[in-house]
């Protein structure tokens, strides 16, 4: 078997990258780093937007990566890192220093759970990528849980109010543990945008992007707090249908397995 020290140069493989690709995830986490410096700076309305540019970029990433069929393991785990920064330790940042730092080490404590939850919801899903059926996730994404953070500072900013701690401190608790249940969550990568659509769906997204651009702190902060609730709602009314399911079942092996009565004449 020939060496490959021995062979010429020209015939050994190189190993690259995909430029274009990686560029996006890598502005992603510079926005993420953004945030992260603008929140310590105290300037908590840019750490927001810091943190919603991340999640358009990676969103950029994986579209970008799938039409040009330039999808590597490298790229993979350079967007679980970016996405860890941006989604994981910036939004945990975040909502300590402007809500939480009344509750002093319980605080922390909260907002550390959004990080591990993140690390964990990150490696799971890298773990299990193959196996997940596409239409959901499995716990609830780490975008989602950031986007929501920094879309409720803009809401209490577009108020100019205060943020209630108690309420953000059980909120990030609740939402740590949503990183990391089984809770189902709609995906829309089952979505194929190339698909002829009706009319009324093009009208309908050209509302919504009115709607964002007239009011982004308010129709944001709506959209990803019933995209959070949505989950838990959808498990609930699953869970109940599959338990009807199986009680029908039952109910029909049951009445199956009784002996038929049948009407017998005596004739005397």
């Known amino acids: 078997m020939e060496d490959?020290?021995?062979?010429?140069?020209?015939?050994?493989?190189?190993?690259?990258?995909?430029?274009?690709?990686?560029?996006?995830?890598?502005?992603?986490?510079?926005?993420?780093?953004?945030?992260?410096v603008s929140t310590i700076q105290g300037n908590y309305e840019n750490a927001a937007w810091g943190i919603i540019g991340a999640a358009i970029f990676d969103m950029l990433d994986g579209r970008v990566a799938r039409l040009l069929n330039a999808e590597t393991a490298f790229g993979a785990e350079l967007d679980s890192l970016a996405d860890m920064m941006s989604f994981g330790v910036a939004p945990a940042v975040l909502v300590y220093l402007w809500a939480l730092t009344p509750y002093d080490k319980l605080g922390w404590l909260a907002a550390f759970l959004i990080v591990a939850g993140s690390a964990l919801r990150l490696a799971r899903f890298n773990v299990q990528l193959a196996s997940q059926d596409k239409r959901y996730f499995q716990g609830l994404p780490t975008p989602a849980l950031a986007i929501f953070m920094a879309s409720g500072v803009l809401f209490y900013s577009s108020f100019d109010a205060t943020p209630s701690s108690g309420l953000w401190l059980v909120l990030s608790i609740a939402l740590a543990w949503l990183l990391v249940s089984n809770v189902r969550f709609l995906s829309g990568k089952d979505i194929d945008l190339k698909q002829k659509r009706s009319?009324?769906?093009?009208?309908?997204?050209?509302?919504?992007?009115?709607?964002?651009?007239?009011?982004?702190?308010?129709?944001?902060?709506?959209?990803?707090?019933?995209?959070?609730?949505?989950?838990?709602?959808?498990?609930?009314?699953?869970?109940?249908?599959?338990?009807?399911?199986?009680?029908?079942?039952?109910?029909?092996?049951?009445?199956?397995?009784?002996?038929?009565?049948?009407?017998?004449?005596?004739?005397?």
């Open 199 to 268: 009319f009324a769906v093009l009208v309908s997204i050209l509302a919504a992007v009115v709607l964002l651009v007239i009011d982004p702190h308010r129709v944001l902060f709506c959209v990803f707090l019933a995209y959070c609730v949505h989950g838990p709602i959808m498990s609930v009314w699953q869970g109940q249908k599959a338990a009807r399911l199986r009680l029908k079942k039952r109910l029909a092996r049951a009445k199956a397995k009784q002996p038929v009565k049948t009407d017998v004449d005596n004739n005397d």
């Open 4 to 36: 490959k020290k021995n062979r010429p140069v020209h015939t050994i493989k190189r190993r690259g990258i995909y430029v274009l690709p990686s560029m996006f995830t890598l502005l992603g986490l510079l926005c993420g780093f953004y945030s992260l």
